[in-house]
């Protein structure tokens, strides 16, 4: 079964610095998607980026960026110039294509410092 | 507004009872998913569904049911509610296993 691994389970970051969360996954398939999800207090899942494996292009929007190292099975999401609202909780998630299912890590709970 | 509606928000069950979580969505998406969430634990998958007619186990659906008799529904029913299934649930969908996107706002039940 595929997994997916927060090893951070908190972070913090002054607003305007930039921070990088951690994420890795183990898979013996070749194409999959991955996600990051942003948790805010108010509960809502907000998808935040996301990347085809088959892409060998890091996926940007806008402040935040993904290093996306397949060989190394490694997905970590930066945020720069953080902002007071990107304080929340992120999930890391897998998607095997055809498998229909997302799988998630545990979460990295992120606090932004004024 | 186009998305993924649950209902209730709250919930509070005393052990042994049963409830129904609804899910329905407004835009034709085939997948539908619920998932639950633990404090600490993320989010596991209890069922799925690829289409009206069709659902499948995720990977925590003892206690629970699912139906899809249509493309925007999708129930989520607890039987004989236990302690354990306390928990945060979130109904999700997607037009394509490649655009996850849509989340319902979630559920909070407590079983007391």
């Known amino acids: 079964a595929q997994t997916v691994t927060q090893s951070q389970p908190e972070m913090s970051v002054q607003e305007a610095e930039t921070v990088t969360l951690s994420c890795t996954y183990d898979?013996?398939?070749?194409?999959?998607?991955l996600f990051w999800y942003k948790q805010p207090p108010s509960r809502q899942m907000i998808l935040v980026i996301r990347q085809e494996a088959y892409k060998q292009q890091n996926a940007t929007e806008n402040r935040f960026s993904v290093n996306f190292q397949k060989a190394a099975k490694s997905f970590s999401l930066k945020i720069s110039d953080s902002q007071l609202g990107d304080a929340a909780m992120y999930f890391c998630?897998?998607?095997?294509?055809?498998?229909?299912?997302?799988?998630f890590g545990k979460g990295t709970l992120l606090t932004v410092n004024p | 507004n186009a998305g993924v509606t649950q209902t209730p928000k709250f919930r509070i069950l005393k052990i042994g009872q049963s409830m129904t979580l609804q899910c329905a969505q407004d835009?034709?998406?085939?997948?539908m998913y619920w998932y639950r969430q633990d404090p600490g634990m993320g989010l596991k998958l209890i069922y799925y569904?690829?289409?009206?007619?069709?659902?499948d186990k995720g990977e925590v659906p003892n206690g629970y049911n699912v139906s899809r008799s249509t493309t925007e529904d999708f129930p989520l029913r607890l039987e004989l509610a236990a302690p354990s299934q306390t928990s945060v649930y979130f109904c999700?969908?997607?037009?394509?296993?490649?655009?996850?996107?849509?989340f319902g706002q979630g559920t909070r039940l407590t079983v007391v």
């Open positions: 898979t013996s398939e070749s194409d999959y998607y």
């Open positions: 999700a969908s997607s037009y394509d296993s490649r655009y996850w996107a849509f």
């Open positions: 998630a897998y998607d095997e294509r055809s498998n229909y299912k997302l799988t």
């Open positions: 835009m034709n998406h085939n997948y």
């Open positions: 569904s690829v289409g009206a007619g069709i659902t």
